[in-house]
């Protein structure tokens, strides 16, 4: 069983700052890649950023400069450091990991319950 669990959602005002956090625990050989993905009311799930073993990057377009993705691989944590943040960035933020548990085992896509983050004046 891995477990993912997430903070630092909430409401924030458009042009602030949120940075959410996501531990992975349980049995865990080894972690392939982590991320961040969002859902907003009726749209569906994407990718906002993704980061590597290796710290290799992903971001979607959109966030582009406004948001960064790092992690304490000691930790088994990823962070999303979110700036300059609009109201279209408002949605469900859900932490993703993608991870053995066992060296001959396969991999899967674990996934955290989600995170509300609400930007609105």
């Known amino acids: 069983q891995v477990r993912l669990v997430e903070s630092g959602g909430g409401l924030v005002q458009p042009g602030g700052s949120l940075r959410l956090s996501c531990a992975a625990s349980?049995?865990?050989?080894?972690?392939?890649?982590m991320g961040w993905y969002r859902q907003a009311p009726g749209k569906q799930r994407e990718l906002v950023a993704s980061i590597t073993s290796d710290d290799n990057t992903n971001y979607t377009d959109y966030v582009k400069g406004r948001f960064t993705i790092s992690r304490d691989s000691a930790k088994n944590t990823v962070y999303l450091q979110m700036n300059s943040l609009k109201s279209e960035d408002t949605a469900l933020y859900y932490c993703?990991?993608?991870?053995?548990?066992?060296?001959?085992?396969?991999?899967?896509?674990?996934w955290g319950q989600g995170t509300q983050v609400t930007v609105s004046s």
């Open positions: 349980g049995s865990i050989f080894s972690i392939n890649s």
């Open positions: 993703n990991c993608n991870a053995k548990r066992s060296i001959f085992g396969p991999r899967y896509d674990y």
